[in-house]
């Protein structure tokens, strides 16, 4: 079935080096290939294998010494009379290109194509069908053009031949197919389809095996227009070997991001597309029908993206104490919390009962009730990347690869990514119903980072991932199985990877080679060594890959026809591995590369084959276990590392840690031991960049710009050089977290640039902030001597390193006009009292006089005798005498209150006063600009001009001073007590200081 790409792959078929020995075929042996994880130096101990029919015997497994010796002989003898048997009667690659004509140099297409081949596997009542198209890729026409089969009747004998004979490069079959479909003529640049069929039994193939077959299409002339070499697998009679077969699915892609909003590409967008790689690789896997459909759901409330994606547990709100002290929020440990979690589910089960609590978890884990089941293999950083761009908008760097070194990349940004939403909704439907495992966070160097004094970066590419999964998917990933990078792990990394806990390692064969005597393919599970402290009974499990399906599966399948060449030769390997004589209960892990790219009907296909064809038998890698002790073969040597000379190099690591450098100081002012860099860094730790040196300095320069950037959210907001008006003072300084989810726990540290002129007091030192919050700390301030100097204030951490590149300063001015100022302002204040005092004085005269005055008045209106009166009224004055001594100024004025009442006059008989022409009187001029003046200070103002109403309030002159009407009789009684002040000699009762 043919898939569209954007850019087709071309190139041979590749395919695994093989495992066993050219057998009796009689034909003559092809070039040696020797896999690099195998040295054959002899045959298994075993019965003659049903596909490598031999004319000679066995002992006990092996070639009789005698025997091989005669048939390497005979070998010899016949190799002429061989090569020139198959040069007569099998056509060779060298004569199959002589006669081809020259194709167009602007053509691509392939001259023949196979689109179908069925069955995948025949019988004896099976019929062949291959059909496909044939095009004329010359220059010329070609006539009578026709397709025909051919084949051998002899199977192949090992794996390493299926790989020489898709290549071309090996023996060519003689027998040809009983038919033969003729196409006819073909102008230059056209096609025409052709169809094959033939009854097996026909074949006359010898048993169960592998059979070359060769489809080609030839001209009238016999020229050979294109061929095309697959594979028959033949099952012979009912005595059909089998194999068991796990598979481990990929799901990952490289590194897209460099910060948490920025991604390196759009890949991500487009592999998450409805016909993008991880939508088909998710359907293919899920073998059932997936909607790619938003649907009209908001997909980032139903997945919960809107919600804070915390990596440590966020505390409960801090008490008050917690809050009083300025003390940072405390949180328990991750040990706190799973002891805690784990005495709650035991006191949970001790309620409920075991068999209950195993009923829950068999219920809560739903388990894949049809097709394949498969073990999904994904990189926590891929997923992370999806649940990043699913959740809003984010920024997309633009041509990454040509970005200059040491430039700032252009950047565009989009909006959250409804094809990651969609995804992830399917995905969270379908992983539920199979194991997932996780390789490290984004898949980084975990060699590379324990080989340069790394290991807390790796043990974090473990923790890390694993709490990806979980934000991604809503589960967990199976934390028993660990799947390192590549596949590949030496013994540190082995050891860092069973101290978290893993007990089953997913690997490539290079890691746990075959052992060098086997020539067959041993069975994937094989023990690991035991790791100091482990516990006992506890007994490590690798779980190995095939490497010759690995590479089968890596075959292209985007081209006309590579997917049916493909299908046919993953049922050949498959049933060469089957055919092997090896033993029983043999298992193959089957797991494609990590960035498997297949077509969608390859994908379907390989799991539909595992189902169908009759030598493979499907297996949950869970139940894939060790042999009992006593029956295992040591078919695997020890771990071996082949990625020495790959990994990241020590130069580039040594950059990597000056960013760890700027994390660590971020992150010792944040509040909870969060680390929200930690993933970026891993991110930049990846075996994707060990050959791509320029993009990841682009990725490492935006990386190490956020971590700045956000540092300097943490800020001393500049504030107005300080003026100290005294030796002492206080002064302001505010701080500001910008942070938006970060709270902060930070020292400020101020310092004197002269610390005998200015000397700083106590202030809080160590503070806690909230995200988007200030806080301002008041420091006491002494200056010791006037003049200019700094403040130089900054914000570090609890070990006293600073978390900004720079010092904020502060200019500082000591006047030493303080104590004048006081001085000042303590005049200006007893300036204030005197002069209102006189006034208040006055007041309370001009009251106690009008009292009098009314008295008299009514004293000499009852009675005649006027000298009695006079007596009661001085009687009276006496005692009003007696009551003003306790006033302020003495009783002056009430001594002068008593000598009016008396009717004492001046001596000259005059009076300071003029009596106008309403009648009323008016006090002298002089008092009139006094009691203005008075006025204008209670007022605050400065006015000396005559005053047209009373100063106290504003009242009119016809009032009193308390604003209440007045008498003509008062106002003269309150006259005659001012004396006359004019020169005349005569005295005046005083009414407070002289001005």
């Known amino acids: 079935m043919e898939h569209p790409r954007d850019a087709a792959r071309a190139g041979p078929a590749s395919g695994y080096r093989g495992h066993g020995i050219f057998g009796g075929s009689g034909r003559a042996p092809p070039s040696p290939r020797v896999h690099p994880a195998r040295v054959r130096r002899a045959r298994r101990a075993g019965a003659p294998t049903v596909s490598a029919p031999c004319a000679y015997a066995r002992r006990d497994g092996h070639l009789d010494p005698n025997q ?42 392939e001259p023949l194509v196979v689109e179908r081949i069925t069955p995948d596997a025949v019988d004896d009542d099976s019929t062949l069908r291959v059909t496909g198209r044939v095009t004329n890729t010359t220059d010329a026409e070609l006539d009578d053009v026709t397709v025909r089969l051919r084949y051998s009747r002899h199977p192949f004998s090992g794996r390493d031949e299926l790989d020489e004979f898709a290549s071309g490069s090996g023996w060519q079959p003689n027998a040809e197919g009983p ?114 459909d938003p649907g009209e759901d908001d997909l980032v409330e139903l997945l919960g993206l809107g919600e804070d994606q915390e990596e440590t547990p966020v505390p409960d709100d801090p008490t008050a104490e917690e809050t009083a002290e300025g003390l940072p929020s405390e949180e328990p440990t991750d040990g706190e919390d799973a002891e805690e979690t784990a005495e709650g589910e035991d006191g949970d089960q ?186 006992e009974g506890v007994e490590r499990v690798g779980l190995v890959a095939d490497d010759g399906l690995t590479d089968v599966l890596s075959a292209p399948t985007g081209g006309p026809g590579e997917t049916a060449l493909a299908l046919q030769r993953f049922a050949a390997e498959t049933a060469m591995i089957a055919g092997e004589n090896a033993g029983d209960d043999r298992v193959v892990v089957a797991s494609p590369e990590a960035r498997w790219d297949p077509d969608p009907a390859f994908a379907s296909g390989v799991l539909e084959a595992s189902e169908e064809l009759p030598w493979l038998s499907p297996e949950r890698l869970d139940d894939v276990e060790l042999a009992d002790e006593s029956e295992r073969e040591d078919t695997r040597r020890g771990l071996t590392y082949p990625d020495a000379e790959e990994e990241l190099s020590s130069t580039y690591l040594s950059q990597i840690q000056d960013v760890n450098q700027d994390v660590r100081l971020f992150n010792s002012v944040l509040v909870g031991g969060s680390d929200p860099f930690r993933p970026a860094v891993l991110r930049l730790e990846s075996t994707y960049w060990r050959d791509r ?102 914000l570090q951490n609890t070990e006293g390193e600073p978390i900004s590149s720079q010092d904020i300063l502060i200019p500082v001015n000591a006047t030493g006009l303080g104590t004048q100022a006081l001085l000042i302002s303590g005049i200006g204040l007893l300036i204030l009292v005197v002069a209102l005092a006189p006034r208040a004085l006055r007041k309370w005269t001009r009251r106690q006089a009008s009292r ?18 006079k007596s009661a009224t001085a009687d009276g004055a006496e005692n009003e005498a007696a009551g003003a001594d306790e006033a302020p100024d003495g009783g002056a004025a009430a001594d002068r209150s008593a000598d009016e009442a008396n009717g004492d006059a001046p001596a000259d008989g005059r009076t300071d006063e003029a009596t106008t022409a309403d009648g009323h009187t008016d006090a002298p001029a002089d008092d009139r600009t006094n009691e203005a003046a008075d006025g204008a200070e209670a007022a605050g103002t400065t006015d000396s001009g005559d005053a047209a109403a009373d100063p106290v309030d504003g009242a009119p002159p016809d009032t009193g001073d308390d604003g209440t009407g007045r008498s003509s009789g008062a106002d003269a009684a309150e006259e005659a007590t001012e004396p006359d002040t004019s020169g005349t000699g005569h005295p005046r009762t005083p009414d407070g200081p002289g001005r």
């Open 693 to 794: 040196g320029a993009p990841a300095g682009v990725a490492r320069s935006l990386v190490l710009g956020t971590i700045q950037e956000h540092r300097e959210d943490v800020r001393i907001i500049p504030g107005e050089p300080v003026t100290l008006a005294s030796p002492t003072g206080i002064t302001g300084i505010l701080v500001a977290n910008d942070l938006e989810e970060e709270t902060v726990y930070v020292h400020l540290s101020v310092y004197s640039a002269n610390a005998e002129r200015l000397a700083i007091g106590e202030y809080t030192q160590r503070f806690e902030i909230a995200p988007g919050a200030k806080t301002t700390v008041y420091v006491p301030l002494s200056a010791r001597i006037n003049g200019r100097t700094e403040l130089y204030v900054s």
């Open 179 to 292: 038919e033969e479909d003729g196409v006819g003529a073909l102008e230059p640049g056209a096609d025409g389809d052709y169809s094959l069929s033939t009854p097996v039994d026909e074949l006359g193939l010898s048993g169960y095996g592998v059979y070359p077959m060769v489809i080609e299409a030839v001209d009238g002339d016999g020229g050979v227009v294109g061929a095309q070499y697959t594979f028959l697998p033949f099952t012979g009679g009912d005595d059909v070997p089998s194999v068991d077969i796990a598979w481990v699915w990929p799901l990952v892609t490289d590194p897209q991001r460099a910060d948490d909003d920025t991604f390196l590409s759009d890949r991500v967008s487009e592999e998450v597309d409805a016909d993008g790689r991880l939508s088909r690789l998710l359907a293919a896997g899920a073998q059932t029908d997936l909607s790619f």
């Open 852 to 869: 009098s005055a009314e008295e008299a008045d009514g004293a000499a209106a009852e009675g005649a005798d006027g000298g009695a009166d």
């Open 68 to 109: 091989e010796t005669g048939q390497a002989l005979r070998r010899i003898v016949s190799a002429a009379a061989v090569t020139a048997m198959t040069a007569a009667l099998f056509p060779i690659p060298a004569a199959l290109s002589s006669v081809r004509t020259e194709p167009r140099a602007e053509d691509t297409a």
């Open 350 to 535: 001790e309620e409920t009962g075991d068999g209950d609590a195993a009923d829950e978890e068999d219920e809560e884990e739903p388990t894949r009730t049809e097709g394949v089941p498969i073990t999904w293999a994904v990189d926590p950083g891929t997923l992370d990347d999806i649940v990043r761009a699913a959740s809003d908008e984010y920024s997309v760097v633009q041509e990454l690869e040509d970005v200059p070194a040491g430039t700032d990349p252009d950047v565009e940004r989009f909006e959250a990514d409804q094809s990651a939403q969609v995804w992830l909704r399917e995905a969270r439907r379908v992983l539920a119903q199979d194991t997932v495992v996780a390789t490290p966070y984004a898949s980084a160097d975990l060699a590379a980072l324990v080989h340069n004094d790394m290991g807390a970066d790796a043990e974090a590419a473990v923790r890390v991932g694993r709490e990806a999964v979980l934000r991604a998917l809503a589960m967990e990933a199976d934390g028993a199985y660990a799947v390192p990078p590549g596949g590949v792990m030496d013994e540190a990394v082995y050891t860092l990877l069973a101290e978290a806990g893993a007990e089953r390692f997913v690997l490539r064969e290079p890691t746990l080679p075959a052992a060098g005597w086997l020539s067959t393919t041993p069975t994937a599970q094989a023990p690991l060594p035991p790791v100091e402290g482990d516990a």
